[in-house]
């Protein structure tokens, strides 16, 4: 993926090394999910799922505010209940590929995350924020319960914290996004971006197989019950014993211990 910045661009990409960033770039709109920038971020999630020279996927946003949501003037132009339906469908595939990305993807937080821009943070596996950020899932305050982002966060938090979110549409600072398990941690907003490159390196440089491994395992074992998530590990942890980077890995280790 290279650098590209047209005036219809809705999202900018660029790549260093096996990092992989993509922007959204609608700041006047709050850089809402529109389905074209659904679209757009989707196409580009699985650009980076079959590209090999990426390794981590890094997604950010230009502006004050990091995404408002839906765009709510697509939802009210039309009164089609089977348009509606395909404008969330559309949405939900696009967490849906964040998740299945074999890639490790990171939301790197400025501004505001409000209902389906909240959702896109929960649906990432790791996000940091500036401590100036506030996380939302505010449609209640519209009379549209959040039914779709109440999925992804659901999953990121506990069920108290992330109903007290969804029934009150209270906005939360990233210092308590932190605590609750909804973002990673927040920093200065002169730091952020160091803190994320720091991350992105330091997964971009594990073996790419045993990443995508474990990233498959972590949120396919997380919905079983005890005994068959242990099922799922065991065999991937000996499907993984057969990669070759493992068994380098560990007779390197072993040869620095003098077993």
Do not use: W
């Amino acid at each position: 993926m290279t650098a590209q910045h047209q005036g219809a661009d809705l999202l900018l990409r660029r790549q260093r090394g096996g990092i992989a960033r993509l922007t959204l770039n609608d700041p006047d709109r709050a850089n809402a999910l529109s389905m074209a920038m659904i679209g757009q971020l989707t196409k580009a999630i699985g650009d980076a799922a079959g590209d090999a020279s990426v390794a981590v996927v890094v997604i950010g946003a230009a502006g004050r505010i990091f995404c408002a949501g839906h765009d709510l003037a697509e939802l009210r132009a039309t009164e089609d209940g089977a348009e509606h339906r395909r404008i969330f469908d559309r949405c939900s595939d696009l967490m849906r590929a964040i998740v299945d990305c074999p890639k490790p993807v990171i939301a790197s937080v400025t501004g505001a995350a409000v209902a389906a821009g909240c959702q896109l943070v929960a649906s990432c596996d790791l996000a940091y924020a500036e401590e100036r950020s506030r996380f939302a899932v505010s449609g209640i305050d519209l009379g549209l319960f959040c039914s779709t982002p109440a999925v992804a966060v659901s999953r990121a938090i506990g069920r108290k914290s992330a109903l007290e979110m969804l029934f009150t549409g209270r906005f939360v600072t990233a210092a308590e996004a932190a605590s609750i398990g909804l973002i990673n941690r927040a920093v200065a907003s002169d730091e952020l971006e160091g803190v994320v490159d720091a991350v992105a390196a330091s997964i971009a440089a594990k073996p790419p197989e045993a990443v995508a491994l474990g990233k498959a395992l972590f949120n396919r074992q997380i919905e079983m019950d005890l005994k068959e998530a242990y099922g799922l590990a065991g065999a991937c942890m000996a499907e993984n014993l057969s990669f070759p980077s493992a068994r380098s890995g560990i007779d390197a280790f072993l040869n620095r211990s003098g077993r």
